[in-house]
């Protein structure tokens, strides 16, 4: 479709073994010691691990051995069930996009629909999640990091619910171009303390947290938004939203009575992405793909797609790809969407793009919003800005499949958030135009 | 139990470990700064090494960090600094204070071979705990540079004897919890961590984070065998532009007057 050209991406990818040779991994020792067994925990391929100051190890190695005690705790599952039904409003549906299918002429379009979960995204299954855990390791204070404000506001809500003291912390340039999510967090009852330092958005918030993190960290838990930072962050995230792809997978079987051919997520960490795909990973038919922020441009700094131009490293506790300089020092990026805007990406994702199992491409800011207003004017949802790439990948994508083929994507979030940057550059007040037909 | 085999020792008591973000202002001036701090008693010099997202860091070494970024500083040129500093000053301690990153992308084999080149002791890197660090300690111990692991009051006897014994030439007690920064009063932790870390090993330790007075330094000198300045050296260095070597010179002597 003319509307939506696919961009070609020429940059060489180099290969796992080149980069470790060159970046000259500690685990790529050819030492019999120090080779990592497989499955080992916190480990996706040579992927992840725990690097943080020594301060914060015992508060991890704490956090890990509640989360395995909570996961064999059929009270606490069940609490944390309920609470997903009751209160955030699980199971989400699965809907056909009719009329997106018919104007594409490819395959069969489903939405998922975690945009109609309380709070507006799927970020509250993994708040509510940790929050119980805060409760079960008796903590009183929880803070967090937040881009878009989907996870702070998240946060905040549950927070609220089990009676913590929260503090979010948000990058000032996240903040203004987020005005509404701030005003959320604040009317929630939490504290939203902006982040001065570096580009003033997500990774910077990080750094904040962790600071306090470290400073606090015998009474205070972190409750980090992503499949991010220190194991086992980047496991336990992800399982607090495989519930996505376990629902995803049964509706499409009863829907449909196949798979999809395809399960199309947007990556920033790679949460909502990675809650998707999870139940699809054995199923090797089902063509995971991820989309990354392609910002503006290819130069770095002008894009968050880590898989075009990172190489592997570290940052904030964890080993994958990084965007980042000669000299490793980790790059600025930009993308429209808060959500997506950071220089790394979940270690999970690192390994399965390695493996060849899911594939990662970028959508850029105009592709982005031109899909944001498509799926409004075609199907009267509106997607996040973060979601609104994987919808603009499947408007890429979803005509050059077969009409018996189905595809899936994960409407991880609702735009409401983004009506203020919607505003400044679509120039809709003036001008009412139509896009479709 | 691990014995020092590497040549940094304290020649005072207590010896005096002095941090500075290299590159703040710029090079030249931080060659000058650590023959200043040398000259009027350091032991031990840390060269950090500035880094885009210093997690560990209180406001004044990220501020320092982002000017030194600003000048492009790389952990190359710390390296090279470090040779420098090296033909002038040839019985004091050099640490290289770093972030992991920076040296993943130099290569850790690369970065040992460079730094053992330039007449640098051993590296303390902030964000590699001992779990993650058997392919750098067994780099590191290879071309005899000593790792210092970093030792928190937060952590429990079972780690303080694995970083015990992952460290050479000294161990790096944390005086507190939180970031790098000058506090008016120290924790209790400071003493009672040196306590614990004394019943499993016999490297000598340096205890940081927070020390800003000659009181403060005096105080921890009585329990510590070391004692690290680092956010107050910044900050003297931040507040005395033009005449940061000789700042520099007066706050170590100041700081070390006290106590004798």
Known sequence: MAMFPRTTVKVKIPTLREERARVGHPRSNSSPRSKIPAGEPGRFGVYGGRYVPETLMAALEELEREYEKAKRDRKFQKRLEELLRTYAGRPTPLFFARRLTQKLGGARIYLKREDLLHTGAHKINNCLGQGLLVERMGKRRVIAETGAGQHGVATATVCALLGFECVVYMGTEDMRRQELNVFRMRLLGAEVRGVESGSRTLKDAINEAMRDWVTNVRTTHYLLGSVLGAHPYPTMVRDFHRVIGHEARAQILKAENKLPAAVIACVGGGSNSIGIFYEFIKDKKVRLVGVEAGGRGEALGDHAARFRGGLPGVLQGTFSYVLQDAAGQIANTHSVSAGLDYPSIGPEHAALRDAGRAEYVPASDAEALEATTFLARTEGIIPALESAHAVAEMLKRAPTMKKSDVVIANISGRGDKDIGILRENLKLDRNIERLSH | ?260
């Open chain 2, 1 to 260: 139990m691990t014995q020092s085999v590497m040549p940094l020792s304290f020649y005072n008591k207590p010896g005096l470990v002095v941090y500075v973000t290299c590159g703040d202002p710029d090079l030249a001036t931080t060659r000058e700064i650590v023959l200043a701090a040398i000259e009027a008693g350091a032991d031990v010099i840390e060269l950090g090494v500035p880094f885009s997202d210093p997690v560990a860091d209180g406001p004044v070494i990220q501020r320092a960090s982002e000017r030194a970024l600003k000048r492009g500083t790389t952990l190359a040129q710390v390296l090279a600094l470090a040779a420098e500093v090296r033909e002038q000053a040839q019985s004091t301690g050099l640490i290289v204070f770093s972030y992991l990153n920076p040296i993943l992308r130099m290569g850790m084999e690369k970065f040992c071979i460079v730094a053992r080149h330039a007449g640098v002791d051993g590296a303390l890197v902030i964000d590699l705990p001992v779990e993650e660090s058997a392919g750098y300690v067994q780099a590191m111990r290879a071309h005899d540079l000593a790792p210092v692991f970093l030792a928190a009051p937060t952590s429990p006897d079972e780690r303080l004897k694995r970083i015990a014994q992952a460290s050479r030439g000294f161990v790096y007690a944390l005086s507190r919890t939180g970031v790098t920064g000058a506090r008016q009063q120290l924790a209790q932790d400071a003493k009672k961590l040196v306590r614990r870390l004394r019943r499993v090993t016999r490297l000598p330790i340096a205890v940081g984070f927070g020390i800003s007075t000659p009181k403060q330094f005096a105080e921890v000198g009585e329990f510590a065998d070391a004692v690290v300045v680092g956010s107050a050296i910044v900050e003297t260095i931040e507040h005395n532009q033009g005449r940061e070597a000789a700042a520099v010179t007066e706050f170590v002597r100041n700081l070390s007057a006290f106590g004798c």
